[in-house]
């Protein structure tokens, strides 16, 4: 029976704003990129450092609660670049998670400036940052949101600060179109060609890649992360390639951190997609792998859960054990499914009032791109 520890291998931790009443997606998407100009882009544009913080306290209060003992964060809040990883930083810190943060520097608002101030975010944080349960990264969007000069940046800066990078890769197939336009076999291709493929950089996502790519992937020493439910959720297809390697790890790239009700998510999809349930499962077991990469160790501390065989059991134990008692770092956080480190109702109800705010803001974005 393996040994589980819960995390996180790929989030978005400014989305815990999004459980709490943002405003639906007017008019309705009909693709991926809709759902990411309608939703996601108006979101991380709307925020300020305060609801920034209000968003990462109950992201990782929850998280915590959910028996997830480390978080791998790739964030983006383009009205608030500078100081943001510091905000998400410290709410980590303080509540007692373990977490790798990165700002994913884009282009697709303020071009290359903006670029350039995502970059340099990461090389301060990377720099300043002393905080014994955080670790840095450096950070991309994606690739078709950015232009060959930023990831040759982007790849020079993570040999100077001997860094992973964190970047979305063929997601959905408008990233794999960009990269042919531009003259490059896909996405990976062009991250590799410019230098910016290091050794434990982690790729979210990978639907769209093929089984060499895959091997590729794995033979540069690069981590691909599934994120199941928000690929069901947007439509982007399933990643059967994936079985190709094992530095494949499970994300939740933004939903709530329920790591077991990702792993029954991809259990679900797995099975129905030919693949073996010891395929299926190592992804999860795969993730501390991941995180002792980033903290030169495995994590003390973290939730050591066993696993029965039955599929049914095995979800109703982690469920159970999870939700219990966590220890993190040598200090109890989670005691009786109580959180120790910090108010719960107080961090949701400033959650909630931040949540509203920014709701008011993101449909005043939606007035001024529709003209309404």
């Known amino acids: 029976m393996p040994a589980f520890r819960l995390a996180n291998a790929h989030t978005h931790i400014y989305s815990g704003l999004a459980p709490l009443g943002l405003p639906p997606i007017d008019p ?15 979101l991380d544009r709307a925020l300020d450092a305060d609801a920034l913080g209000a968003a990462a306290r109950f992201y990782v209060a929850d ?41 994913g520097a884009t282009e697709r608002n303020g071009g290359r400036e903006e670029a350039a101030r995502g970059l340099a975010e990461g090389r301060r944080f990377a720099r300043t940052n002393r905080r014994p349960l955080v670790r840095a990264a450096i950070g991309l969007h994606a690739s078709f949101t950015v232009s060959d000069d930023t990831i040759r940046e982007a790849g020079s ?38 230098g910016a493929l290091v050794p434990g950089s982690i790729l979210a996502h990978g639907v769209h890649l093929s089984r060499d790519q895959v091997r590729m992937a794995e033979a540069f020493g690069c981590w691909i992360v599934q994120n199941p439910r928000s690929n069901r959720h947007n439509g982007v297809g399933y990643p059967a390639c994936l ?12 939903f709530p951190a329920d790591m077991i009700d990702e792993l029954d998510v991809l259990r679900q999809l797995g099975e129905a997609h030919g693949e073996s349930r010891d395929t299926i499962d190592r992804r999860m077991t795969s993730v501390p792998d991941l995180v002792a990469e980033r903290f030169a160790e495995a994590p003390p501390g973290a939730a050591f859960l ?32 109580k959180l120790l480190t910090g108010d719960i109702g107080a961090i949701e109800a400033d959650a909630r009032a931040h949540a509203a705010r920014i709701s008011a803001r993101m449909r005043e974005m939606g007035r001024e791109t529709t003209g309404a």
Do not use: N
Request: aromatic share 4%.
């Open 63 to 103: 998280a915590l609660l959910r028996g997830t003992s480390a978080l791998i964060d790739h964030h983006e809040s383009p009205s608030c670049i500078e100081g943001s990883l510091d905000v998400i930083a410290d709410a980590c810190q303080e509540l007692g998670m373990r977490a790798v943060l990165c700002y």
């Open 157 to 194: 800066l993570c040999r100077e600060l001997q860094l992973p990078l964190h970047v979305h890769v063929a997601e959905d197939h408008a990233d794999v179109d960009d990269a042919r336009r531009r003259g490059y076999d896909g996405p990976l291709e062009r991250l590799h060609a410019l």
């Open 243 to 254: 079985a190709a390697s094992t530095r494949v790890a499970l994300g939740t790239d933004g």
């Open 306 to 337: 066993q696993l029965p065989g039955d599929a049914r059991a095995r979800a109703s134990a982690l469920k159970r054990l999870a939700l219990e008692r966590l220890v993190v770092d040598g200090r109890l956080i989670v005691d009786r499914g």
């Open 28 to 42: 309705p998407p009909r693709t991926f990129l809709e759902i990411l100009e309608r939703l996601w882009w108006r």
